[in-house]
């Protein structure tokens, strides 16, 4: 079946250190995404890529970092510079994009904690 | 500046009552508009859209939602709610600044409580 799989589910890490969460998808989607979602506070876009090695920052990139190397492939790294990282992060895809009128489709997500 | 209002924090509804999900939209020119739903611990699963056309739009699970633009409204129904209804659900609408990417907004969630 086509997806998108993000791992770990579940990831702890100390302040101060850089963590990495992977995003896979075999949809053969040219955009990709990443949002992060805290309690009440909806889904806020971190970064956005509309093809191989290119990327545009969201509304909160600062503190994060990404790549897109391959078309099935976006990582998403969280720096030590992000004050308050702990949070679930979401990694989407979309046939087109960006933001076209084609619906996004999510992975599962990473619970990040940082202490 | 353009937003997306979930007024509900939480509705409440009995099985096999009807229910209603509300979201109000602010953007300038036609509204791209989405219905997302979101399970425990998971991703979310895209429910239906309006991009152009009939105002009533149906989805998966039974789920319609009707786009009023007099009232920019474009709240989520279902004639019968099912326990397993019971999710997160997200409204989402496109920006349109025209020429620029437009991203998506989204709302802050309503949670969907269904009553055996």
């Known amino acids: 079946d086509g997806g998108i799989t993000q791992s770990p589910k579940y990831l702890f890490r100390k302040e101060g250190q850089n963590v990495t969460l992977s995003c896979e998808q075999n949809l053969n989607h040219d955009a990709m995404y990443w949002y992060r979602q805290d309690p009440g506070q909806g889904l806020r876009l971190i970064y956005y890529s509309q093809i191989v090695n290119d990327f545009q920052k969201g509304d909160i990139a600062e503190g994060y970092s990404v790549s897109r190397e391959k078309k099935e492939s976006f990582p998403l790294t969280v720096t030590s510079a992000q004050k308050n990282p702990t949070a679930f992060y979401l990694c989407a895809s979309s046939r087109q994009g960006p933001f076209y009128n084609s619906p996004l489709h999510f992975g599962n997500g990473t619970r990040l904690t940082v202490t | ?116």
């Open chain 2, 1 to 116: 500046a353009q937003s997306v209002a979930q007024p509900e924090d939480q509705v409440n509804v009995a099985e096999g009552n009807p229910l209603t999900v509300k979201c109000t939209y602010s953007v300038s020119g036609n509204p791209y508009l989405f219905w997302y739903v979101q399970y425990p611990n998971r991703g979310l699963q895209f429910l239906l859209k309006y991009i152009t056309g009939d105002n009533l739009v149906k989805g998966s699970y039974g789920f319609e939602a009707e786009f009023n633009k007099s009232q920019t409204s474009f709240h989520l129904k279902k004639p019968s709610a099912l326990v397993s209804d019971s999710a997160l659900y997200f409204c989402a609408v496109r920006e349109n600044y025209g020429g620029a990417t437009n991203k998506l907004i989204f709302g802050t969630g309503t949670l969907l409580a269904v009553q055996p």
